[in-house]
Structures are given as structure tokens and as C-alpha cells.
């Protein structure tokens, strides 16, 4: 869909570059921001209420939400904007004062997300008014949309910078020979180790598990293959991945190794 809304020339004239980087040299300590939900999944809006919360407490950046979009320095959308939510965003954004930073959170508040070509939707909030910041996620970590509106306002200094690979390869990566010389068997590992610590910590948690495994003298011999185990985790700092190694040895290897033994309840970790 095109763009029907043309920013009206007054409104234009003051939130140029110059205004609103003074803007945000006036505000840096202490912003007001009004949130627009213009047709959420409310998945933005669970996480954004999670980051006003004493948690993470935005307030210390100078964050506070207000309730209407007259007292407003920053407009935070979320959501592709909904035919019924087209004027409602329009009004808000043309009763926040100028100068005005708006901020488009999550997927479909970036670019309309899965909904970006459906004909109930306009798409992204830039396709409807100007956009100064993006903040992708689908949702966002509530740390994730406290610093990026931290970053955006000069609070915080800026880590990410563009990089651009050119010298890619299409080669498939190598796989390392299995274990178990059943490649399924690293591959649950990893499945198990995402499910008990998520996506991120889980990869940690598979690494941590594997290379224990590696240092084992019979990985086929049950018992040497548990005292390594027991030795590796105990040596863990957070109790969470020793206990998560366990339940991957319980839950995946003792699973695999019954093709060759019989396995009774000594073999097994008390958790």
C-alpha cells in the first residue's frame, strides 16, 4: 500500500535534524513517552510493561510513560497499523509537540512483520509517519527496548555498527565425526539443551555437555562416562548448568546407550 499521509509542512519544518538532535540534548535526562498501539499481537505491549517495571527500572534513564500524547517527547508504536488504527496514530502523533522522536517497536512495528502484506494492515509505522527509531523484535527483551531507546537518545554510547561480509563462502559447514557415531544423538543433545535453557544458554549448555563427553577415556563405558560428567558439572559456577548437564546425560545419553547395555538406577543421577 502507498503512503497516503503527507506530514503537514509546520510539523515538518520543526522536527528537522537540527531540532531534534537540540531535542534530545534538552530531554536526555528525562523524556516523557506515550505508547500507540496500532494493532498489536500485544506481544510489544506485554514486554514494554515488563520494562517499566522496578526490575529494570527506566525511570533511573530518565523513562517514564505518560497518558497523553500532549505531554509527550516520544511516541513508542508497536504493531502493524491496522485500517482501524490509521487516524487514531495520526492524531496522536500530530497532538505530540514538536519537536518529536518516534520510535517503532517490534517486527510488525519495523516493517508489518508476517503481516506485512495483508490487506487489513498499512504495514510498518513508517508507512504512515516518520520514523526516527526502529527496535526489532518479535517481541523485544524488555532490556532490549530500554537500551535501545537509551542508545537512540545518546544515554547510552552505541556498540552496534554496520559490518558488511563480502567474502562469504557457500560452502556447507564440516560435521565433526559423532560421539556415539550416531549424529541424531548430537543433535537431541542440542534439541534438549535449547528446551531446558532456551535458545541462547542452551547452545552454551550443549557446548559445556559435548566437550565433558570428549574427555572421556570409553564414552561407551556408563560409569566412566558419569564420573566425568560429575566432575565437569561440580566444577560449574552456576548451579543451573550443573544441574542441566545431568538432566542431558539422564535424558539423552542413557537413552542412547540402551542399545548396548542394560541400564539400572545407579547409572543415573539423583535429581
Not at 513517552?33 to 505491549?45: A, I, L, M, Q, T
Not at 503481516?115 to 527509531?133: L, N, R
Not at 561480509?165 to 556415539?180: A, M, Q, R, Y
Not at 539443551?193 to 549448555?205: C, D, I, N, Q, V
Amino acid at each position: 500500500m502507498s503512503k497516503t499521509y503527507v506530514v503537514p509542512e509546520d510539523i515538518k519544518d520543526a522536527n528537522n535534524l537540527e531540532a531534534k538532535l537540540e531535542h534530545l540534548k534538552n530531554i536526555k535526562r528525562s523524556f516523557n513517552v506515550f505508547r500507540v498501539d496500532c494493532g498489536s499481537c500485544n506481544g510489544c505491549e506485554i514486554e514494554i510493561f515488563a520494562a517499566i517495571t522496578p526490575m529494570w527500572d527506566p525511570e533511573r534513564l530518565g523513562f517514564k510513560l505518560v497518558a497523553s500524547p500532549r505531554h509527550a517527547d516520544i511516541l513508542i508504536c508497536s504493531g502493524p497499523v491496522t485500517r482501524q488504527m490509521y487516524y487514531p496514530l495520526l492524531r496522536a502523533y500530530e497532538a505530540t509537540p514538536d519537536p518529536k522522536v518516534v520510535v517503532a517497536i517490534g517486527a510488525c512495528g519495523s516493517s508489518g512483520g508476517i503481516f506485512h502484506d495483508a490487506y487489513s494492515v498499512w504495514g510498518g509505522i513508517d508507512k504512515v509517519i516518520p520514523v526516527d527509531v526502529y527496535i526489532p523484535g518479535c517481541p523485544p527483551h524488555p532490556a532490549t527496548i530500554v537500551h535501545g531507546l537509551a542508545s537512540a537518545l545518546g544515554i547510552l554510547e552505541q556498540k552496534l555498527e554496520y559490518k558488511e561480509h563480502k567474502d562469504g563462502s557457500n560452502d556447507s559447514p564440516v560435521l565433526e565425526d559423532s560421539l556415539l557415531g550416531n549424529i541424531l544423538f548430537e543433535r537431541d543433545v542440542l534439541v534438549e539443551a535449547k528446551r531446558l535453557m532456551s535458545y541462547y544458554f542452551g547452545r552454551k549448555l550443549y557446548e559445556k555437555y559435548i566437550n565433558a563427553l570428549k574427555n572421556t577415556s570409553d564414552i561407551k563405558d556408563i560409569k566412566k562416562t558419569k564420573k566425568v560428567i560429575e566432575i565437569y558439572s561440580s566444577e560449574e559456577e552456576d548451579s543451573r548448568y550443573e544441574e542441566c548437564m545431568q538432566k542431558l546425560h539422564n535424558n539423552v545419553y542413557l537413552k542412547y546407550m540402551k542399545q548396548f547395555v542394560i541400564i539400572n538406577d545407579e547409572d543415573k543421577f539423583i535429581i
